[in-house]
């Protein structure tokens, strides 16, 4: 039960990521053929083409990044039912708001090419990652709390 | 003779109609899955339960479908071109196809729509049923598709154009003025949202009686009303207004299934907004495995070096390497997996019964080869259809009911 809900969104990110390689290896490589055989009615113009791989880029990114955040959080539930951080529970906590802000700056630096200067996309990066960060001050300030009172 | 030209209606270009098209195949596996939404199971259950709810969801579906669209043209929104641009070709096909699909889908166990969202919970059955499929449109690719092609070609029980040729406005007024449009719109959409609520009603009727111990379910005797003799203590009552935010929080949550209205309801706000935003630019419909079946199998092909563009008929005239619905079948299984992940349904199931596997295969290559010769399937062209204010959902419609007839009168024998 637990392993499928760990490794089921580690398989979606990589079916994504996946997905995004073969388009742009053999289906702008048939488009290519298709050309060169004259073949019109198979044959798919740049334009939509290329429409096509950016969208399916940033699909790829989102669902990387939905599943990873999936991953994470049952990764630590899985953790913390296991009993396995008896000691160090409260890193768990920090480190999860942390990998995920490290995503999206993963995320945002991999696509800038396309976002370019895109402020509301750009908007939305930064909020989700000063939630993240608010996150992470919540557990740490937490974390001391718990400890001060024991 | 109408104008059967393609331009697009707003100029945001193809990523934004990619993405657009991706998100509403997200939405319908997504919903599809919560309400467990099967075309041919609403079928069936004509048959086996007597139940006529499902079925009345699907007219409901149809003619909430025609309603929207039917309404964007005759006010101007949209023009008319965009709703009969891709109407197929109609004919004899349609109805041995729909017949097929329908016999070959009720053995599977499961339409295009229902085979995708169950592959991506984990059925075991219906990835063989995909793969019967792939199999069923190879066949129909060099067994039957030069001489349906050939029957098409020269008009043998066949319309030998698409286009406005099988648009009802223009076949009942001879115009695709929005007058026509709408007259026609309401001709066709009302009375099956009628007629789907009143089926709805009916079956809700019957299956009251039968819990009030008035009525037996056929061939079981009725239930005995036992009321609260026992002496067991009754549920607290809760205030409507409470009980309806519960319900939406569950339904949120994912505790709750969704219901077949409110997946029909979803269903039919997003083929109104593939319709809108891909107006002028491609097919502005939802189209499922239909040919995406064939295509992801020229796929699976390419990467070993075949290209059955080049070498095979059907792959070789009709379709494009890719396309809009390319991204709203992976987006599909995508929001299936998603919804069924995180409800908690997802889990890969292998039928016991191995045979299951064998005949969901079988089903499978008859649903592959159906839906190739009706030129669509359950969702590409009868659903599709209805929108499109075309006939040939009607003749698909009664094939699909006439196979799903067949394969419950063969499974009762077996």
């Not at chain 1, 802000?101 to 990652?129: K, P, Q």
């Not at chain 2, 339960?49 to 309404?71: H, I, M, N, V, Y």
């Not at chain 2, 379910?217 to 067991?232: D, M, T």
């Not at chain 2, 592959?368 to 040939?392: E, K, S």
Request: charged content about 10%; proline content about 3%.
């Amino acid at each position: 039960m637990y392993l499928r809900k760990v490794l089921a969104p580690l398989v979606l990110s990589l079916f994504a990521m996946g997905w995004y390689r073969f388009s742009e290896v053999y289906i702008v490589g048939s488009d290519q053929i298709a050309l060169c055989h004259g073949n019109y009615a198979v044959y798919v113009i740049p334009a939509q083409l290329d429409g096509y791989l950016v969208a399916n880029l940033w699909i790829c990114y989102s669902l990387v990044f939905v599943g990873l955040s999936m991953f994470w959080y049952n990764l630590v539930k899985y953790v913390k039912d296991k009993g396995f951080l008896t000691e160090g529970k409260g890193s768990i906590d920090l480190a999860f708001p942390l990998a995920i802000a490290a995503e999206i700056i993963a995320l945002f630096t991999i696509g800038s090419s396309i976002i370019g200067g895109d402020m509301t996309i750009r908007l939305a990066g930064y909020t989700c990652l000063i939630a993240c960060l608010m996150w992470f001050w919540y557990s740490l300030v937490n974390i001391i709390k718990v400890r001060t009172l024991a | 003779m109408p104008a059967q030209v393609l331009e697009p209606v707003f100029s945001y270009g193809w990523p934004i109609v990619f993405a657009v098209f991706a998100a509403s195949g997200f939405i319908l596996g997504w919903a599809a899955q919560r309400g467990n939404y099967c075309f041919v199971n609403a079928m069936t259950s004509i048959f086996t339960t007597k139940s006529f709810e499902r079925f009345g969801a699907l007219l409901l579906l149809f003619g909430l479908s025609a309603l929207g669209t039917g309404l964007l043209v005759a006010t101007g929104f949209i023009p008319s071109s965009d709703q009969f641009y891709f109407n197929y070709f109609g004919g004899w096909y349609i109805l041995v196809g729909s017949t097929i699909f329908g016999f070959g889908a009720a053995l599977a166990g499961g339409c295009n729509l229902s085979m995708l969202y169950r592959a991506a919970s984990g059925y075991v059955q219906n990835w063989i049923e995909l793969f019967g499929m792939m199999i069923g449109t190879y066949i129909f690719a060099i067994g039957i598709w030069p001489f349906q092609l050939f029957t098409m070609e020269k008009g043998i029980l066949s319309t030998t154009a698409g286009g406005y040729v099988e648009y009802l406005p223009y076949l009942i007024f001879h115009s695709v003025s929005n007058e026509a449009v709408l007259l026609t719109t309401l001709m066709l959409a009302i009375p099956l949202i009628f007629l789907g609520i009143y089926l709805q009603i009916y079956t809700k009727r019957k299956w009251n009686k039968v819990a009030r111990g008035e009525r037996g379910i056929p061939g079981i005797f009725a239930v005995p009303k036992l009321g609260n003799s026992l002496g067991l203590p009754s549920p607290t009552v809760l205030p409507e207004k409470v009980k309806l935010s519960k319900e939406i929080k569950d339904l949120i949550l994912l505790r709750k299934p969704y219901g077949t209205n409110l997946t029909t309801v979803i269903l039919a706000l997003d083929i109104i907004l593939v319709f809108i935003v891909g107006a002028g630019y491609t097919f502005n419909y939802l189209v499922i495995t239909s040919s995406d079946g064939g295509r992801f199998f020229e796929y699976i092909m390419m990467m070993f070096g075949q290209n059955l563009f080049i070498t095979t008929p059907w792959f070789n005239d009709s379709l494009p390497i890719v396309d809009t619905s390319t991204l709203m079948v992976v987006m599909l299984c995508v929001g299936a997996f998603t919804s069924s992940f995180l409800s908690g349904d997802f889990k890969i199931r292998i039928p016991k019964d191995r045979r299951r596997l064998l005949i969901g295969f079988i089903g499978g290559i008859l649903v592959g080869i159906g839906v190739r010769m009706a030129l669509g399937c359950n969702v590409g062209l009868m659903w599709t259809n209805f929108a499109q204010l075309g006939y040939d959902g009607i003749i698909f419609l009664f094939g699909m009911l006439s196979g799903v007839y067949l394969a419950v009168k063969v499974q009762e024998r077996l």
